[in-house]
Each structure stands twice: as C-alpha cells, then as structure tokens.
C-alpha cells in the first residue's frame, strides 16, 4: 500500500480562514512560540517537535526544535502526518509508527527516520483547529505516560490562548487606526493621510523635519521648540480624543541558566493546573 493523505476537514474553508486571521504565518515570531516546544521537549523526553499553522494549501512551519526546518517553509497538506490531527479533538499518540496501519507507510516511518509521534491540535477559542503542535521521538520507539500527555495539552491549551488573545489584539488595533484616522481627518477638511502620518510621527516621538510638519504648525497641532517638533496643547488634545498613546515594549531573550530557570517555573505552575 502508499501512503494515503488525511481527508479534508468538513469546515475547511472556515478553517483556513480563521487561520489566517491571526496574522502569524509569514512573520518572524518564533521567539513566542520556541519556548512552548522547549517545555514540551521536557516533559515528554522526545527529541523534537514543531508547532504548525495551516492555510488552505500548506503546512506552514513557525517554529521548531530538534531539527533542521528553514524559516517560514510551507509543505503540502497531504504529505504531512500532521494533517491527521487536524481532525481530532483529543491529541493523536501514535508511540510505534511502524505499527500503525496508516502512518507505517509515510515515509518518515519506511526510512526509521521518526519512530514515535504525538500530535495536539491547537483550537482556537471558537474551535477551529488552526494547527498542529507536534513531538518526535527519531531514534527509538518511546512511549509517555498518560500524565505526561494531558500536561503537554495544557501548555497547547496556553499556546492556543495566546493566539487567540494575540488576533484579537490585533484586531482591536485596526479597529483603533481606522478611527483615530476618521478623528484626524474629520478635525481639519485641509488634512490628509499624509499629514496623518506626520502627526503620530510627532506623538511617537520622532524627530520629524519641519517642512515634513508646516501643515500640522501652520493649524495649531504642533510647534516649534529648541528645533525640535513637538505637540501644541492643541495637538495634545486632539491625541487625546484620536486615543493613540505610545507605549515601550521591550522584547527579552531567555537564555542559559535563565532559560533553564523559566521553564522549571513554567513546568510546576502547569503541574498546579
């Protein structure tokens, strides 16, 4: 027998769809996302694993460890294992995939180049199944306990929220530049998406030049001080009424002993689950 590929899921359009809505595939987030894998890495023993995302046509890769996978790489639906899982509910624990009367005959199986395999749906909060979040065991056949799985399906429980909250974020902040756009321009007929842009370069703090800003000087938003752009009372006001505040996000990188440390602390919080 071949290989034979997953069907497609019966809401497959609506699927994909909320799949990409969150906005993930095709950008750099896999520092969201790796330590994930590194806890269920962890947990399990097993030697690898990835977490995928899937559109219409491919599996889009976003992140993974314990194997060489090129950045933003799509494969095939129908070549991936993983496809099974988007039609379960409950994770997919296949220990011996050379025992398994469907899996035995990918190719990953024939070769002996993964042994074992445990795949969990990531469901978003309307239970579309946008993903796959995947471990590989590649030389040798090992099982886990019970225990140890309904663990990992905790932390792809947080993974799945943090989508979540991360597409309505984002969603918020379209809504948020579309009417702090509509309250610009509706404050002053004269000014246009240009000027728009000038005026949130000035509440951002930027240097802006002066030609860049006669516009916005010349109707009271902004003035001139030590050579320096800056916001009137006027244009304070008016950020205010456009709700735009800037705010510092400062990304840190966990590494070492620090990252040894947050996933130890990450491990007994899920334990408390």
Not at 34 to 58: H, P, V
Not at 91 to 116: E, N, Q, R, T, W
Not at 229 to 251: C, D, P, Y
């Amino acid at each position: 027998m071949e290989w034979v590929p997953a069907p497609t899921p019966i809401n497959e359009n609506r699927r994909a769809q909320a799949t990409e809505k969150t906005g993930i595939i095709g950008t750099d987030q896999v520092y969201l996302f790796d330590i994930y894998l590194e806890i269920a890495k962890d947990i399990s023993g097993y030697e690898g694993g990835s977490f995928s995302l899937y559109d219409s046509k491919n599996q889009c890769s976003i992140s993974a460890i314990g194997f060489e996978k090129e950045l933003h790489q799509k494969n095939d639906k129908s070549d991936s294992i993983c496809s099974y899982v988007l039609l379960e509910k409950n994770p997919l624990i296949v220990f011996d995939l050379k025992k398994h009367d469907i899996f035995k005959y990918h190719p990953a199986a024939i070769s002996g180049m993964c042994h074992s395999y445990c795949g969990f749906p990531v469901r978003n909060k309307d239970g579309y199944a946008l993903g796959t979040f995947c471990l590989l065991n590649f030389t040798e056949v090992k099982e886990i306990s019970s225990e140890k799985i309904e663990l990992v399906e905790k932390l792809v429980s947080r993974l799945a929220l943090q989508i979540d909250t991360q597409t309505e974020q984002k969603e918020l902040t379209s809504q948020k530049i579309s009417k702090s756009i509509d309250v610009f321009l509706e404050s002053n007929y004269e000014f246009n998406i240009t000027d728009y842009k000038s005026f949130i370069d000035v509440c951002s703090g930027l240097n802006l030049p002066k030609e860049n800003a006669i516009n916005l000087i010349n109707n009271g938003l902004c003035e001139l001080k030590n050579e320096t752009i800056i916001l009137s009372s006027a244009g304070n006001e008016l950020q205010e009424k456009m709700n735009i505040f800037t705010k510092v996000h400062n990304q840190i990188k966990v590494e070492g002993k620090d990252a040894n440390t947050l996933i130890d602390n990450a491990l007994d919080k899920l334990g408390e689950l």
